[in-house]
């Protein structure tokens, strides 16, 4: 079974940047989506972005798209989120999540994957 450690949060000023990483242990990614996904106190788990893998597809939620790019290590089994011009509303906890053998119309609902790291908090102070 795999387990996902995601790393890189912190707490930053709106503008400045973080690098999330989503290391895979135990084996490695399997085909299917990797996404990212954050959650607000009080608030449903939202699409941030996602990647195809095996392949280098990216997709992205609208309120990231521009300042979010979503990236792999094939050879590491890490998928990254570069995050610029981070905003107060970024605020959340970000999980990296697996959908083993997932098709493109599934990547975008945290329901379909089946692995989920433990997250990591990222605070944006205006």
């Known amino acids: 079974q795999v387990r996902l450690v995601e790393s890189g949060g912190g707490l930053v000023q709106a503008g400045d940047s973080l690098r999330l990483s989503c290391a895979a242990s135990?084996?490695?990614?399997?085909?299917?989506?990797i996404g990212w996904f954050r959650q607000a106190p009080g608030k449903e788990r939202e699409f941030v972005a996602a990647?195809?893998?095996?392949?280098?597809?990216?997709y992205y939620a609208d309120s990231v798209k521009g300042r979010f790019t979503i990236s792999r290590d094939t050879a590491k089994d890490t998928v990254y989120l570069q995050m610029n011009s981070l905003k107060p509303d970024d605020t959340a906890v970000y999980y990296c999540?697996?959908?083993?053998?997932?098709?493109?119309?599934?990547?975008?609902?945290?329901?379909?994957?089946?692995?989920w790291g433990q997250g990591t908090q990222v605070t944006v102070s205006s």
């Open positions: 999540g697996e959908d083993p053998g997932g098709i493109l119309s599934s990547l975008w609902n945290h329901r379909n994957y089946d692995y």
């Open positions: 135990g084996r490695t990614f399997r085909n299917g989506n």
């Open positions: 990647i195809r893998w095996p392949g280098r597809h990216t």
